[in-house]
């Protein structure tokens, strides 16, 4: 298993500069779910993790703190036994520490909010193993919950199982992780925090390599006049950045 990073320091003027840049003032925050199913409007959302996305002062990005939480099944939510089976949960044992939805997103939604303003970007985008089944329950988690403050992009976001297959040859999480070099313990898998930490680890390795080919596109794209929108720095502004595209 890896090891947890050091709690993470204030990002510096230059690296927030860099990440407000790097992927268009969008901040990625890999974030895992564990579930009761498969359905997002059904099925109960039993464990969340986020796992930060930092960057050094030379560009190169790195796993940052993870913040995760079990959650109590919401009212009338399905719990399929074969999830359970696989994810090893028992959603009703007396010594869960498990919070109510809307406690564990505004949790979690706090931590990233502050890291969205650290890094001077205007929003948060999720980056995911099969990004669009995490997506799914955590937007169907924060309608039943009615929390207003979401700091994420409600439909874009990065796929490791993408980006493995591309760079790796390989879209399972565990065959990424190991053929990266890369160190995966299958009794840590399928839970949230293990597998967001993994996740990250992908998504920076294949993002790091991926470096020269960014920089040669960001000359180009200087060269056609792009530029990058004015970055958030007011509270406001990073709470409810305008979504775009």
Not at 98 to 113: G, V
Not at 126 to 138: I, R, S, Y
Not at 170 to 191: F, N, P, R
Request: glycine content about 6%.
């Amino acid at each position: 298993m890896s090891a947890s990073p050091p709690e993470s320091a204030p990002p510096s003027a230059a690296s927030a500069a860099l990440m407000s840049r790097r992927f268009r003032g969008y901040l990625p925050v890999v974030i895992d779910v564990e579930c009761g199913g498969f359905h997002a409007a059904t099925d109960a959302l039993l464990e969340i993790a986020a796992t930060l996305i930092d960057m050094d002062d030379d560009g190169t990005l790195r796993r940052g703190e993870t913040y995760s939480y079990h959650v109590q099944p919401f009212a009338g939510a399905r719990l399929d036994p074969a999830a359970l089976a696989v994810t090893g949960i028992d959603p009703h044992h007396p010594l869960r520490p498990a919070l109510p939805e809307r406690d564990a997103l505004q949790r979690i939604f706090r931590e990233i909010r502050h890291a969205v303003r650290g890094y001077q970007c205007r929003r948060a985008i999720l980056v995911g193993h099969n990004a669009a089944f995490d997506l799914g329950f955590l937007n169907a988690a924060v309608a039943r919950a009615d929390v207003k403050r979401n700091p994420f992009h409600p439909f874009s976001c990065f796929d490791t199982a993408t980006l493995a297959g591309a760079a790796l040859g390989q879209t399972v999480l565990a065959k990424a992780v190991t053929i990266a070099g890369l160190t995966w313990d299958a009794e840590s898998a399928h839970s949230a925090r293990y597998d967001a930490e993994r996740c990250a680890e992908i998504f920076c390795l294949v993002c790091n390599r991926l470096r020269g080919s960014h920089e040669a596109a960001e000359v180009r794209a200087r060269e056609l006049g792009w530029f990058t929108a004015a970055p958030a720095t007011s509270d406001a502004a990073a709470d409810e950045p305008p979504v775009e595209i």
